[in-house]
């Protein structure tokens, strides 16, 4: 069987949708089956995503968007002064 792979927007609204079913008197088991995942995709799903909205996922998207840029500029700076470092040592007068 093929994997299939979902968005955060897609997980939210299975998540969403699961929630309505339960809301309107099905059971677990049957939501799940109607939206087409299984059980502990539903419960790892709820783990993750349970309290967020859209307007979070967004705003984690941003922050991990800027935490990376932020990690490559950290990276880049380490680089350099490893470089100045060597440079140093290699200019330094040998006593």
């Known amino acids: 069987m093929t994997r299939k792979r979902f968005s955060e927007e897609d997980i939210l609204?299975?998540?969403?949708?699961?929630e309505l079913d339960l809301a309107g008197g099905g059971t677990v088991?049957?939501?799940?089956?109607?939206?087409?995942i299984s059980d502990a995709t539903y419960y790892k799903w709820r783990?993750?995503?349970g309290g967020?909205?859209?307007s979070k996922l967004l705003e984690f998207?941003?922050?991990?968007?800027?935490?990376a840029r932020l990690k490559r500029i950290v990276a880049d700076l380490e680089l350099d002064?490893?470089?100045?470092?060597?440079s140093l040592d290699y200019l330094k007068p040998k006593a």
């Open 13 to 18: 609204g299975i998540l969403r949708q699961v």
């Open 29 to 36: 088991e049957t939501a799940i089956r109607t939206a087409g």
């Open 47 to 49: 783990k993750l995503y």
């Open 52 to 54: 967020v909205g859209k």
């Open 61 to 67: 998207k941003e922050m991990e968007k800027e935490n």
């Open 81 to 86: 002064k490893l470089i100045l470092k060597e």
